[in-house]
Every structure is written in C-alpha cells, then in structure tokens.
C-alpha cells in the first residue's frame, strides 16, 4: 500500500515536473517571439534608415558642382533653373537640359539646382554636370516636405484616393500628392535658392522647340515681372472640389494680403465658382520672392492645414495660379510665346518668319488655340 502510494506520488511528481517543463519551454518561445517582434518593429523603415543617415550627412543634402570656366562670371541675374527629379528620370532630362543648353543657356551659363527626396547617385550627378554649361548644385529634399504632416486623418486621405483611382491621372498616388505638395509649398524655401531671386522650373523630357533669342530672366527684371507662363489649361475638377471655398474662406481669413487690381476674374465662372483655369506649372519663370512672401506663406499654411493635398488632390498649378490671381495685378504676369513642349501640350510661337527661322513646332498646334486653353482670356483681361 504504501510502495503504492509512493509510485503513485512518484508519479504524479514526474508529471507535474513534465507541465513545469513544458510550461517553461512555452514560456522561452512566448518571450522569444515577443523579443522577436520587439526587435521587428523598433527596427527602422529602409525610408527612416535614410532619413537618419542623411540627416548626417550635410554633403549629400547639397552637393555643388561648380564650373571652373564659371568662377570670373557674373551673370545678370541671380537666377537657377529648378528641378525636382528622379534618378530614374536621367536620361528623359539630360535630353531636356541638352536642348535647354542648345535653344538658350550655352549663351548665359545660368546655373542648375537639382533637387530629389532621395539622394543623387553619382551617374545622375555627372551627366548633369556634362550636359549643363552652369554650375550643378544637388539637393535633397527634407524628409518632413516629402510626407503626409501629423494634421491629416490617413484613414480618410487613403480612402479618398482609393475612391478617386484613376477616374483622374494619379488619382490613387500618394507620392504625386507629396510631390504636388512640395512644389506648392516648399521648393523655393530650399537652401540651395537661397542665393537666387528668381527660378525657371524644368522637367524631365520637356522640349525647347524654338531659340529663345533673348534672357527672359533679364525681361522679367527689366519689365517687373513676377510670375511668367506658357501654357495655361482647365484642372480636373475632381482634384480641388474645395479649394476655391478654402481660398475664399482665405481671402476672408487675410483681407489685406489681396491686391486691389487682382485678376481673379479670370479665374471666376459666371456663377462666381473656380472655372478650373490655371497656369501649367511644369513651365515657370518668377520671383522666388513671391514664393517666400508672406501673403503666398500665409496662403500655403492656410491650404496646408486644410488638407487638401492629401484629402482631394490639390495640385502645385491650380495653387499657384490662384495665388497670382489674388496677389498680382496683371501688368507683373507675363505670357512667355516660347516654344515649349510638355506631353501633351505645347506651345509654339505665332509668328511666321521667327517660326520658320527658329523653331522645329507647329504654330496651328499651340494649346492656345484649344478650347481649354484659358491664355486668350487672360490676354484679354
Ligand atoms: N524626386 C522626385 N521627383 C518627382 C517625384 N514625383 C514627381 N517628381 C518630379 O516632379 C515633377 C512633376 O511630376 P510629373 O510626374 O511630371 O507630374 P505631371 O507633370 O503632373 O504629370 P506627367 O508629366 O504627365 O507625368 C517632375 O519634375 C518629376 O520629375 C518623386 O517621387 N520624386
Ligand atoms: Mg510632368
């Protein structure tokens, strides 16, 4: 009875020993998945990792490529041509550039400043250095200009892009949205323009289709200019259904900051909503001081918070052009006939004999002649 009980205590021992073992090894691989998945998620982000990296490293965020043949050249105005690129965009905008240096800027030197969220490798870097005759400066953009701000509900901004998909071109892209935010409102704050007054913005595979026989950063200082154009077209109502109410509900905000002889006439329709015209922004010659002041700032903020660059799909042009509208009177705009091609529009001068001499476009093809060109209107304000 008593050898029984003692194999029956035995046992029983041996069996809770088994439950504590397997309790424990439960345990091990419960905390060893917990450690796992700690390590998992404090590691971070390949887009962070670089963040961080570069946030180091002040050389890759401006990289400057000057031009010994340059050094002794004093150019007429304090002028750059503004890029936001890809890498992978390389070979559509050493095109541009070549045809950009060949139509004007083999005569002046004016300089470059290139700009990407991502860092430049160094082949981006030399063909732009061997296809531009200014100095090359590299820029990197911060990362808090590159993102969705803290303000913005993501749930509902990724629902609106899902719902928009590609009823609209890039409807469904956050990045061209980043993008379009940036280009609205952080461009000209970039150190790298500190020096300039004014900018040129080009594009990967734009094309220059004419000489351009003159300076027209010089004409824009001669003639105090502010903002120049080429192009000028009807948005997609489906990306700003908010931004004229929140433009209005601006000019309320800021009475003061809108000029008296404003041009937002051309922007009304006749039932006094937006009417869609804006000046395509992937061409730009204007101030940079423009940009930086306070009213055009204070404008930006005011979008910026409203949110619309993520919760609809605000775009660089349309902000830009309402700006012009509000801030300038008329005589500050200037309606640059340059022969310029962004897919799928262009503009290509009128004038027969300056056409045939100097430019590889056809005149009848000029978006000034499309129906949802808004340039006559504006010329005939
Ligand atoms: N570095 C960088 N540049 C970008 C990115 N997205 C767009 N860009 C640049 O921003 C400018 C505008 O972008 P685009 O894709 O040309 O936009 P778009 O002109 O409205 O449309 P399409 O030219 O018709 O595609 C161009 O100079 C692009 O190279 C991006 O994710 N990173
Ligand atoms: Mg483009």
Not at 85 to 107: G, I, K, W
Not at 331 to 341: P, W
């Amino acid at each position: 009875m008593q050898k029984l009980s003692a194999t029956t205590a035995r046992g029983v021992s041996a069996s809770k020993d088994k439950k504590q073992w397997r309790l424990l090894i439960c345990l091990v691989i419960l905390l060893a998945g917990m450690v796992a998945f700690a390590l998992n998620f404090a590691k971070p982000l390949p887009i962070e990792k670089t963040r961080h990296a570069l946030a180091s490293s002040p050389n890759q965020i401006r990289d400057s490529r000057l031009k010994p043949a340059n050094s002794n050249r004093v150019l007429p105005v304090r002028a750059a041509f503004v890029i936001l690129v890809r890498n992978s965009e390389l070979h559509e905008l050493r095109a541009t550039v070549r045809q950009l240096e060949d139509q004007f800027n083999s005569r002046y030197h004016y300089p470059y400043v290139f700009l990407n969220n991502e860092p430049f490798t160094e082949e981006f870097k030399q063909a732009m250095e061997w296809a531009a005759s200014g100095d090359c400066h590299f820029g990197l953009v911060p990362y808090h200009q590159w993102s969705m701000p803290p303000w913005i509900d993501r749930v509902r901004a990724k629902w609106a892009m899902t719902m928009m998909g590609d009823r609209v071109p890039y409807g469904d892209s956050e990045s061209y949205r980043r993008m379009c935010r940036f280009e609205s409102g952080f461009f000209f704050r970039h150190p790298l323009l500190d020096d300039f007054d004014y900018y040129w913005r080009v594009e990967p595979g734009v094309e220059f289709t004419c000489t351009i026989p003159y300076d027209p950063f010089q004409y824009m200082v001669d003639n105090k200019k502010v903002y120049g154009f080429t192009i000028s077209l009807r948005e997609f109502p489906a990306t700003v259904r908010t931004l004229w109410q929140t433009t209005n509900a601006f000019m309320a905000a800021y009475p003061d900051y809108i000029t008296p002889n404003n041009t937002l006439q051309w922007a009304t329709a006749a039932d006094g909503t937006y009417n869609m015209c804006h000046f395509w922004s992937n061409f730009e010659i204007a101030s940079l001081g423009f940009f930086r002041s306070p009213a055009y700032t204070a404008y930006f903020d005011f979008l910026d918070r409203a949110g619309g660059f993520f919760l609809e799909r605000w775009g660089d042009a349309p902000v830009h052009s309402l700006a012009v509208a509000m801030f300038l009177n008329k005589t500050q705009v200037h309606y640059f006939d340059i022969g310029y091609f962004h897919n799928p529009f262009q503009n290509c001068p009128n004038d027969p004999e300056f056409n045939e001499n100097y430019c590889f476009c056809h005149a009848n093809r000029s978006m000034i002649h499309n129906l949802d060109s808004c340039t006559k209107a504006w010329l005939n304000l």
